[in-house]
């Protein structure tokens, strides 16, 4: 007869492998988590770098070895640089600038995401390839054609071809807000449109009180790659904008450079005020943009 086993000799035969698989899962985070860490110096050398130099007095930058903490820390830096120039006037513009074309591109490709995904018409897969190629099309292809039109159109510094663009569904850009929006569309139930259409909704309406609200991960996804596109941007500014007062921060970090080359103080304190707001949006919004680009493509 086979002998029955006691309690304890069953908790210990139960509990000993559910201990010896705990081990290995815990070596394993652990070497996780210092692979991340390894991997995110690189990446963050390059602001530790620029926040340690705005801190420094120009001496002080170029010492070998490098001076890591600065000795004294050199506060005026930032507001001295903030004051040489009107960085107020800048920094204003360019959030006029960032607004429009967020608003813009957000309605613009959303619509026509909505149109590709959940409305049934003739061509629609042909359109959309046709917009998909539109990607491998090089920005300098457009640059001197474009610039002219808005030269015809007497727009030239002004801010119209910085913002006008954005509600065409995004002109370039705007192709694969398009997608990244289809994509995410494709996912939600079907179901949800029959029942708005069979209790009289129009398309309109199941756009805005259906698709819309429940696409908020996605939308927060595009609206962060413009709004992060339009801050950074430096080609644009510099075709279009002439007088100094229309400015953008990038443009005006540029000429800040060009006319205190020697001031690098200066120069680094600017850059991590600039950079500033990019940082505290990501933080803020980073939940809502890691969820997007995670939901994107899985239908159903």
Partial sequence: ??????????TAR??????????????GRILLYVALVAGSIPTLLPFVWLVRSALMQDAQMFVSPPQWIPSPFQWSNFSESLTTQPFARYFLNTVVIAVISVLGTVLTCAVAAFSFSRLRWRGRNVVFALLLSGVMLPYAVTLIPTFV???QLDAI????????PSWFAGAGGGVFNIFLLRQFFLTIPFELDEAAYIDGASPWRVFWTIIMPLSKPAIIVVTIFTFIGTWNDFLGPLLYLQNEENYTLSLGLASFQSMYITQWGYLMAASAAIIAPIIALFFFMQRYFIEGVTLTGIKN
């Fill in 1 to 10: 007869m086979t002998a029955l086993a006691t309690p304890d000799q069953t």
């Fill in 14 to 27: 139960g509990v000993a492998p559910t201990q010896g698989l705990r081990k290995p899962r815990r070596y």
């Fill in 149 to 151: 039109m808005w030269q």
């Fill in 157 to 164: 510094d002004t801010i119209a071809p910085l913002t006008v």
